[in-house]
């Protein structure tokens, strides 16, 4: 009887820890983003092309944007038609590695931040600036997008 009190006080406290902590918080956050993402991209169907989020570029102006299709691409993606995810969006597998990635690293990140707390402030530092990168070359063209709108 008192070996199961031990393990249900161990499995208070470890839920205590993750929401005591804003960095998991952040983490689990971040997930759950990246979830509803992806379920999102499986729910609509590219067939049926029934996405409720429209373009407002492409409607106001009649042309697409750098970001036109990239619903219909991850849906496509999620559903292991590839190549024709390209012909929807050039973008949408390096956008969609970087939530897949990032998926696993907030796991893989979360975890070594409870197993290893002398490690922490290291962990945060890599993750930020790793995580940064990996934003940079993902969205890229994006950003390039938005600079040269303002620009001209």
């Known amino acids: 009887m008192l070996l199961n009190a031990g393990k249900n006080s161990n499995r208070f406290n470890l839920k205590g820890r993750?929401?005591?902590e804003p960095y998991l918080i952040i983490n689990i956050i971040f997930a759950g983003v990246i979830l509803l993402i992806f379920a999102y991209s499986g729910f609509f169907s590219p067939d049926r092309d029934n996405y409720?989020?429209?373009c407002i570029q492409e409607k106001l102006t009649g042309k697409p944007?750098?970001?036109?299709?990239?619903?219909?691409?991850?849906?496509?993606?999620?559903?292991g038609r590839v190549a024709e995810a390209y012909?929807?969006?050039?973008?949408a597998m390096r956008i969609f590695l970087f939530f897949a990635a990032q998926l696993a690293l907030r796991v893989a990140f979360s975890i070594f931040y409870l197993k290893y707390a002398d490690t922490r402030?290291?962990?945060?530092?890599?993750?930020?600036?790793?995580?940064?990168?990996?934003f940079f070359v993902a969205f890229w063209?994006?950003?390039v997008n938005i600079f040269s709108g303002i620009l001209t």
């Open 18 to 20: 993750i929401w005591s």
């Open 52 to 54: 409720p989020v429209i």
């Open 65 to 79: 944007c750098v970001s036109c299709g990239l619903s219909h691409s991850f849906s496509l993606i999620v559903r």
């Open 87 to 91: 012909t929807w969006n050039r973008y």
């Open 121 to 134: 402030k290291q962990l945060m530092i890599v993750d930020s600036i790793g995580s940064g990168i990996i």
């Open 141 to 143: 063209p994006f950003i």
